[in-house]
């Protein structure tokens, strides 16, 4: 079975500081781990995802995810946020043979201040 | 790149009455479609499994009579909600998992409003 664990329900932040949103993972497999966001009222975008190449992952509009097996973690990350970013994200999950559901996280909240 | 085109976009409907959503991939051969619900605020819950051909399969809980799912073409998915109910609202969105584009495609989702 595999899970999720999206440490924080809602983080806030300053525009132009650090963002980093929690996610721990639980998988009888070597996973696939993914990072969505999703914005008021619209679909999801992948934002990075890994599979098992490289543990640092660089994603889209700045952001990037570490790959931690000892920790089972997959936190995001972003040097300096910018008031486009708040939304949800979403930690996911999957086998790695690609054909199999994706399990979601809970989601966080960003919120980005002015 | 890989896309799912999904329609209608949001929908509102009378209680009672049947509502089709519809999930086409656009340049790739969909043999599998996840279906997935949203309710406000919470995160996506999987629904259902459609393969190409054959029946989909059902998470606990959800009602297959009342969810149809149709997967006829390895390119049109549907998911009928039929005799909806407001706890029926919510947004549903399908994915399609891609080999020539790995990963996994969304399409942009229907947001149900049953009245």
């Known amino acids: 079975a595999q899970s999720v664990t999206q440490l924080d329900s809602h983080v806030s932040v300053s525009e132009g500081t650090p963002v980093l949103l929690r996610c721990n993972y639980s998988s009888s497999y070597s996973p696939s781990l993914f990072w969505y966001v999703q914005h008021p009222n619209k679909g999801l975008q992948l934002l990075l995802k890994y599979t098992s190449a490289a543990t640092l992952v660089k994603g889209i509009n700045g952001f990037e995810a570490e790959f931690k097996k000892s920790e089972t973690s997959f936190h995001l990350t972003k040097p300096s946020a910018h008031m486009s970013d708040a939304a949800e994200y979403f930690c996911?999950?999957?086998?790695?043979?690609?054909?199999?559901?994706?399990?979601f996280g809970k989601g966080t909240r960003l919120s980005v201040i002015a | 790149g890989a896309v799912v085109s999904q329609h209608p976009s949001w929908v509102i409907c009378k209680s009672g009455t049947s509502v089709k959503i519809e999930c086409r991939s656009l340049d790739f051969q969909a043999t599998t479609m996840f279906w997935y619900r949203q309710f406000p605020k919470q995160s996506l819950m999987l629904m259902a499994t459609?393969?190409?051909?054959?029946?989909?399969?059902?998470e606990q809980g959800v009602e297959k009579d009342k969810f149809l799912i149709n997967h006829a073409s390895l390119t049109l998915s549907t998911l009928t909600v039929t005799s909806a109910h407001p706890e029926d609202s919510s947004f549903y969105i399908c994915?399609?998992?891609?080999?020539?584009?790995?990963?996994?495609?969304f399409g942009s989702g229907t947001r149900l409003t049953v009245v």
């Open positions: 994915s399609a998992p891609n080999d020539r584009f790995y990963g996994y495609t």
């Open positions: 459609s393969n190409e051909g054959s029946k989909a399969t059902y």
């Open positions: 996911v999950v999957s086998r790695p043979s690609g054909n199999t559901p994706l399990v």
